[in-house]
């Protein structure tokens, strides 16, 4: 895909996003719209996939370490043709094979369950070690949240990866600024990100505009001709991206829209692909 | 009667591991700087490239584990009980069982019979933690023989396998030729019809010895080793219990929530019968050498007999 194209996917994986928390009438909007960009980029542009073969082997592994924003990941897949776009409209009701929370078992083209923060980037590490260890190819990807490296364990696995030197492993850290309680820099902050990550011998690549796709592609290219220690991508985005009201609010971190908003924010997005329509 | 032959069963983990590891190329140890003292140090030397010290970071060690059992190796993560089952509980929790990997943890040094360590390194809650875990399979075996077989057998099973060792060295009383280890199966080694002892782990050896004492006393106890807590052989302990009218369990672990928590709660169930739970009565532990605690906390034969033979009057 061109840049263009990925820009318009972009923004119809923002209006999945926003139809099923709609939908869902709760969960996880302002960071999987900060990532919105990110997702599309993986999974159109960047990884080694095929929906039609989601257990091979040899593929590229993704997890999603901040895995309260399923709805990103699953609009993302959908749009990728893992399963149905239609299927969104059921995130977190009774009998969806989209919980709350990823899981490998329920939803296709998901490689790995997430959800309790800090642990997806250690399984990553542990994916990228077995690829290491029985000489295949394959890259694994990881996103995690800018609030979600105040856990511990994350630091615990970016020493064994340094250590180990994977360089088979990309983390992104999708530095939306915002957390629960807050802003990340007043709740407890984890700045300097990349200093740390390069204290833990990783590869650093800050990108100033995470919600920008040729600084997105630039950065993962870049991250491919890396050897010899794993690449941390530091991405600063907008929490909310996309839909005005939610932009920079942390209060949209875990509430979905009411019928109401659900309609500004579709026209919202209507706008913004009409505009991509007209490059 | 010819000296029986005593091993702990983490140094027959460590020797399984090897077993296992010449005849499978995707079996891979992971460990956080105990292979000394769990013994996967005998793994690391016969196959140093399959052996991954994770450093003291067991959250990240089981994190790691199912990475690699998400992409096709089969993983033993091994340190001591108290930080696999406790300190990473719920990396174990999510990351292994909610998603059924292939993870097998090896967790040595449970219970009591850490001795001098104390307290802190002394698990006694670890069966019941595991135990929790929807899909986990629990095994507790009680030798040389049983540790090893459990450990073919764990490999051989698809799915999160807990398996508890010991540090110290206990008898060797799976003597018998037609020993058949299978995952969730309990094993009556010896028939009797006024009680029965369940036991598992080390007080296996024990619940035999109170067995043989409670005989001269006129007493038949039933003794069966339910190396697996988890699928319970409920069928068997039902059957047995029926029988017998009357249950103790015997274990290094908690009276909460360990064997005896779970043979009440199938019990209560399907067969009620009173039921007395030998094991660690909800305290913490204590140092001293293992040998004494056993002793001290009424864990080894004399102690079953005991209170066995007071609970029958």
Known sequence: MNILELQKMANEVRKGIVTATHSAKSGHPGGSLSAAEVFTYLYFEEMNIDPARPDDPDRDRFVLSKGHTAPGYYSALAHRGYFPVEDLVTLRHVGSHLQGHPCRQHTPGVDMSSGSLGQGISVAVGMALSGKMSGKDYRVYTLLGDGEIQEGLVWEAAMFAGHRKLDNLCVIVDNNGLQIDGSVADVCSPYPIDKKFEAFNFHVINVADGNDMEQIAAAFAEARTIKGMPTAIIMKTVKGKGVSFMENQASWHGSAPNDEQYAVAMADLEKVGEALCQK | ?313
């Not at chain 2, 399984?16 to 700087?33: F, M, N, P, T, Y």
């Not at chain 2, 075996?141 to 764990?154: I, N, Q, T």
């Open chain 2, 1 to 313: 009667m010819s000296e029986v032959k005593k091993i702990a069963t983490r140094e027959s983990y460590g020797n399984a591991l090897v077993e296992l590891g010449k005849i499978k190329d995707d079996l891979v140890v992971l460990d956080a700087d105990l292979a000394g003292a769990t013994k996967t140090g005998i793994f690391k030397k016969a196959f140093p490239d399959r052996h991954i010290d994770c450093g003291i970071a067991e959250c990240d060690m089981m994190g790691i584990a199912a990475g690699l059992a998400a992409t096709g190796k089969v993983p033993f993560a091994s340190s001591f009980a108290m930080f696999a089952s406790g300190r990473a509980f719920e990396i174990v929790r999510n990351s292994i069982g909610y998603p059924h990997l292939n993870v097998k943890i090896g967790a040595t040094h449970a219970g009591i019979s850490v001795g001098e360590d104390g307290a802190t390194h002394q698990c006694n809650e670890d069966i019941a933690l595991m135990r929790t875990i929807p899909g986990m399979t629990v095994i507790i075996p009680s030798d040389d023989v049983e540790a090893r077989a459990a450990v073919f057998a764990a490999y051989e099973y698809e799915g999160p396998v807990y398996l508890r060792f010991g540090r110290s060295a206990v008898p060797v009383i799976n003597t018998d030729p037609d020993y058949k280890f299978e995952i969730g199966k309990g094993i009556v080694l010896r028939e009797g019809t006024d009680v029965t002892i369940a036991a598992t782990g080390l007080c296996v050896s024990g619940a035999l010895e109170a067995a043989e004492k409670l005989s001269a006393d006129g007493i038949s106890a039933e003794v069966i080793n339910f190396h697996t807590v988890k699928p319970l052989d409920t069928e068997l302990l039902a059957a047995s219990a029926k029988k017998t009218g009357r249950v103790v369990t015997a274990e290094e672990h908690s009276i909460v929530g360990g064997l005896g928590g779970a043979v009440c709660e199938t019990l209560s169930g399907i067969c009620p019968v009173p039921v007395l739970r030998i094991g660690i009565q909800d305290v913490f532990g204590e140092s001293g050498p293992a040998g004494a605690l056993i002793a001290k906390y009424g864990l080894d034969g004399a102690g079953i007999y005991e209170k066995v033979s007071a609970w029958m009057k």
